[in-house]
């Protein structure tokens, strides 16, 4: 047998080691600790983020560890502030203060630029609701729920001020905030002329009252890999997503079962591009899926679709100039001209189903809404592939992807290899080798496609009869290797892989020459063989394992 380190150690020689970042200043946040003599550091953590931030100067990083703080935290420097064990554990609550503490739950001052990462953020209750924001922030894997605001042209969830700088939201739910008194008000996200605002992987769900799910107002917004869904924005005017005098580009993403005035997304005087996007199961007062007034909307590999208004169910464009560059699926596009010949599309006396499941979680960061096995969205999307990979980050099939957010890709052709468990890498997704083509070894037409790997980066393909777990394999490796016994590698002439620009890396098997460590065999029918990918990583990280899979060859 041979050893591990035997295994490994050709695996990571050809690859440069990354270089460590640059030492930080970390102060510590404990909530349980004596606070006595406390003084941020490791061993005398500060009681309150309060204190920490006091103490801190521009380009710490304030560490808290788990527990429910009870405060209002003002961040006026530029920090970073990181809940140590994650948002599930780790809350700010404004509310435990006591009702007449009105205001936000965090405030973010100008010109600071702030980083929020495994946070909980709850309780704000006025203008300004859980975030106000006047500086430039990131939000990553934060949970922003149950705030309210009673504020005229106020947020509930985020709100960005006038003059604000970037906001980018990355994998973070948004939830249960609500409130609202007047239309330009927003439950998720309000930006009212900022710099711009960025959404990707994330989830906005059940934020309900008078205004906008989501308002860019003079702020360009872009939306990637996000889902939208069971928002009820409850003014006459105000769609899910609304878009006033500026630009939006939303990309693979779902935005379903909402309702309001406009169901989905609604643009004025703006320019909107959409793209393998679906947009379905909203109902709006007025119109269900997409209104535009006064401005120009892109239309590409998009479902609009069983949606209800009692203007227009799907689609209504009043001075806008509609660009479709084909491949939609437009449930009823009555009265809408501009499409091409590749749409398809319904019309109010035959409306065309584009036959998909209900939202659930099929993979991914957010919950989609797969084709179903005869839906027209399958095999009908832009045949030049213009978005490599769906909304789970899973590839798209090269000249015949489906139409929507979705790509309905084939399950792997084996199963999981048993009590292997992935571990994130620098992206904070767990890579996965899947199986494809066929498993009767006398065609010899078999492949191994790595996802959600991290871009730009080397690996290389493992192989062995035998399923094991080993954590940590690798020695600088954040991964676990789900193999054992006699491990090949696909490391010959043209079989190291790159992940490229998507995150995929793909490799082509031949089943007559299948790697051990010894020579090369002939893998027959009836034999169970098992895979997995080994991958550098970035970032300082060293290198990673994705899941793997079994296969039982005919």
Same mark, same amino acid.
């Given at each position: 047998?041979?050893?591990?380190?035997?295994?490994?150690?050709?695996?990571?020689?050809? @690859?440069?080691?990354?270089?460590?970042?640059?030492?930080?200043?970390?102060?510590? $946040?404990?909530? =349980?600790?004596?606070?006595?003599?406390?003084?941020?550091?490791?061993?005398?953590?500060?009681?309150?983020?309060?204190?920490?931030?006091?103490?801190?100067?521009?380009?710490?990083?304030?560490?808290?560890?788990?527990?429910?703080?009870? /405060?209002?935290?003002?961040?006026?420097?530029?920090? /970073?502030?990181?809940?140590?064990?994650?948002?599930? $554990?780790?809350?700010? +609550?404004?509310?435990?203060?006591?009702?007449?503490?009105?205001?936000?739950?965090?405030?973010?001052?100008?010109?600071?630029?702030?980083?929020?990462?495994?946070?909980?953020?709850?309780?704000?209750?006025?203008?300004?609701?859980?975030?106000?924001?006047?500086?430039?922030?990131?939000?990553?894997?934060?949970?922003? /729920?149950?705030?309210?605001?009673?504020?005229?042209?106020?947020?509930?969830?985020?709100?960005?001020?006038?003059?604000?700088?970037?906001?980018?939201?990355?994998?973070?739910?948004?939830?249960?905030?609500?409130?609202?008194? @007047?239309? =330009?008000?927003?439950?998720?996200?309000?930006?009212?002329?900022?710099? #711009?605002?960025?959404?990707?992987?994330?989830?906005?769900?059940?934020?309900?009252?008078?205004?906008?799910?989501?308002?860019?107002?003079?702020?360009?917004?872009?939306?990637?890999?996000?889902?939208?869904?069971?928002?009820?924005?409850?003014?006459?005017?105000?769609?899910?997503?609304?878009?006033?005098?500026?630009?939006?580009?939303?990309?693979?993403?779902?935005?379903?079962?909402?309702?309001?005035?406009?169901?989905?997304?609604?643009?004025?005087?703006?320019?909107?591009?959409?793209?393998?996007?679906?947009?379905?199961?909203?109902?709006?007062?007025?119109?269900?899926?997409?209104?535009?007034?006064?401005?120009?909307?892109?239309?590409?590999?998009?479902?609009?679709?069983?949606?209800?208004?009692?203007?227009?169910?799907?689609?209504?464009?009043?001075?806008?100039?509609?660009?479709?560059?084909?491949?939609?699926?437009?449930?009823?596009?009555?009265?809408?001209?501009? @499409?091409?010949?590749?749409?398809?599309?319904?019309?109010?006396?035959?409306?065309?189903?584009?036959?998909?499941?209900?939202?659930?979680?099929?993979?991914?960061?957010?919950?989609?809404?797969?084709?179903? /096995?005869?839906?027209?969205?399958?095999?009908?999307?832009?045949?030049?592939?213009?978005?490599?990979?769906?909304?789970?980050?899973?590839?798209?099939?090269?000249?015949?992807?489906?139409?929507?957010? $979705?790509?309905?890709?084939?399950?792997?052709?084996?199963?999981?290899?048993?009590?292997?468990?992935?571990?994130?890498? #620098?992206?904070?997704?767990?890579?996965?080798?899947?199986?494809?083509?066929?498993?009767?070894?006398?065609?010899?037409?078999?492949?191994?496609?790595?996802?959600?790997?991290?871009?730009?980066? @080397?690996?290389?393909?493992?192989?062995?009869?035998?399923?094991?777990?080993?954590?940590?394999?690798?020695?600088?490796?954040?991964?676990?290797?789900?193999?054992?016994?006699?491990?090949?590698?696909?490391?010959?002439?043209?079989?190291?892989?790159?992940?490229?620009?998507?995150?995929?890396?793909?490799? +082509?098997? +031949?089943?007559?020459?299948?790697?051990?460590?010894?020579?090369?065999?002939?893998?027959?029918?009836?034999?169970?063989?098992?895979?997995?990918?080994?991958?550098?990583?970035?970032?300082?990280?060293?290198?990673?394992?994705?899941?793997?899979?079994?296969?039982?060859?005919?």
């Amino acid at each position: 047998m041979l050893a591990l380190a035997a295994l490994l150690a050709p695996l990571t020689s050809p @690859f440069p080691a990354a270089a460590l970042p640059l030492p930080v200043t970390d102060l510590f $946040v404990d909530a =349980s600790a004596t606070c006595a003599g406390a003084d941020g550091s490791a061993a005398a953590p500060f009681c309150t983020i309060g204190e920490a931030l006091t103490a801190a100067v521009d380009g710490d990083v304030v560490r808290v560890a788990p527990g429910t703080y009870s /405060e209002a935290v003002t961040i006026s420097k530029n920090v /970073e502030l990181i809940g140590t064990e994650g948002a599930a $554990v780790t809350t700010i +609550d404004r509310d435990s203060l006591g009702t007449t503490m009105f205001g936000p739950a965090v405030t973010v001052e100008s010109p600071a630029v702030v980083t929020l990462v495994g946070l909980t953020i709850t309780g704000g209750f006025g203008s300004g609701g859980g975030v106000q924001n006047a500086g430039t922030l990131t939000v990553r894997e934060c949970r922003v /729920e149950d705030n309210l605001s009673n504020g005229i042209d106020s947020a509930s969830g985020i709100e960005c001020l006038p003059g604000a700088g970037p906001l980018v939201v990355e994998r973070t739910t948004i939830a249960d905030n609500r409130g609202g008194s @007047f239309a =330009s008000a927003a439950h998720a996200i309000r930006a009212l002329r900022s710099e #711009s605002v960025t959404i990707r992987e994330s989830t906005l769900r059940h934020n309900d009252g008078l205004g906008s799910t989501v308002l860019a107002f003079e702020t360009p917004l872009v939306i990637e890999s996000t889902t939208i869904s069971d928002n009820a924005p409850l003014t006459s005017t105000s769609g899910v997503v609304e878009v006033v005098r500026s630009s939006a580009q939303i990309t693979n993403c779902t935005i379903a079962n909402n309702t309001g005035a406009n169901g989905g997304v609604s643009g004025l005087s703006s320019q909107i591009t959409i793209r393998s996007t679906t947009l379905t199961g909203n109902g709006g007062q007025a119109v269900g899926g997409l209104r535009c007034r006064n401005g120009s909307l892109t239309l590409t590999s998009s479902i609009i679709a069983e949606n209800e208004g009692s203007t227009a169910p799907d689609l209504f464009l009043d001075g806008t100039t509609l660009n479709s560059t084909g491949f939609n699926l437009i449930g009823d596009a009555s009265g809408v001209p501009g @499409f091409l010949p590749s749409d398809l599309l319904g019309t109010s006396a035959s409306p065309l189903d584009p036959l998909l499941a209900p939202l659930a979680p099929n993979g991914g960061l957010t919950e989609t809404r797969l084709p179903l /096995e005869l839906s027209p969205a399958l095999d009908a999307g832009d045949p030049s592939n213009t978005e490599p990979v769906d909304q789970r980050g899973e590839p798209r099939l090269a000249g015949l992807g489906d139409i929507g957010s $979705v790509e309905a890709l084939p399950v792997g052709l084996g199963d999981p290899i048993p009590g292997c468990v992935g571990a994130p890498n #620098s992206t904070g997704a767990i890579g996965r080798t899947r199986t494809a083509g066929s498993l009767d070894v006398s065609s010899n037409d078999f492949a191994l496609v790595a996802t959600s790997l991290p871009p730009g980066q @080397f690996g290389v393909f493992v192989v062995s009869r035998t399923p094991g777990f080993s954590a940590g394999a690798g020695g600088s490796s954040d991964g676990n290797l789900c193999l054992a016994g006699a491990i090949g590698r696909f490391n010959g002439p043209g079989q190291i892989v790159n992940s490229g620009t998507n995150g995929i890396a793909s490799l +082509d098997v +031949d089943f007559t020459a299948i790697p051990t460590p010894t020579a090369f065999v002939t893998a027959a029918a009836g034999e169970t063989w098992f895979f997995q990918a080994w991958h550098r990583d970035s970032g300082g990280l060293g290198s990673n394992f994705t899941e793997g899979e079994g296969v039982l060859l005919r």
